[in-house]
């Protein structure tokens, strides 16, 4: 088979290589995960449980509040599973910037109140969950890639 999934006949003398091995990475070198990466996955599934618990009360808030909320949440728990098992600088910069996000949105919840949403000072959980969970989350992405350091490309010899 081909990479479109066609099959190829063995005359034609190419290699074959399935869609699922080059979509699931395992022709490129994978970095090993580490006990912070790890941690971190599981603290933002944990982020996104807690949102996803509080998420019926956001909607009687504040709808738009509750799809941002909704959104970083799929996000989250995407991001953490593929953190488990893949932590690519590009899964830790998703999700940072999911866990960013929601701590931005209880600051600016905390500090002037968003627009249309007089309602979510009667969630005591949306307050404590993004304040406490995301920065952990944050922290440990940041503490993982400076232990872990660029990843390094093998070398490739040439032939001459």
Known sequence: MNV????????????????????????????APSQCSRVAAVAAVLLAAGLGGVLPALVSAAAYVAVLAAFAALVLVVAGAVLWSRP???????TALAAGSLVLLAVLQVAVGLPGATGLERIPVLQGTPLLLAPVVLVLLVVDAVRRGPDQAAAQPYAL
């Open 4 to 31: 479109t999934g066609q099959r190829v006949p063995a005359s034609q003398g190419r290699t074959t290589t399935t869609r699922s091995r080059l979509v699931s990475g395992t022709l490129r070198l994978r970095p």
């Open 88 to 94: 690519t600088m590009v899964v830790r910069a998703v």
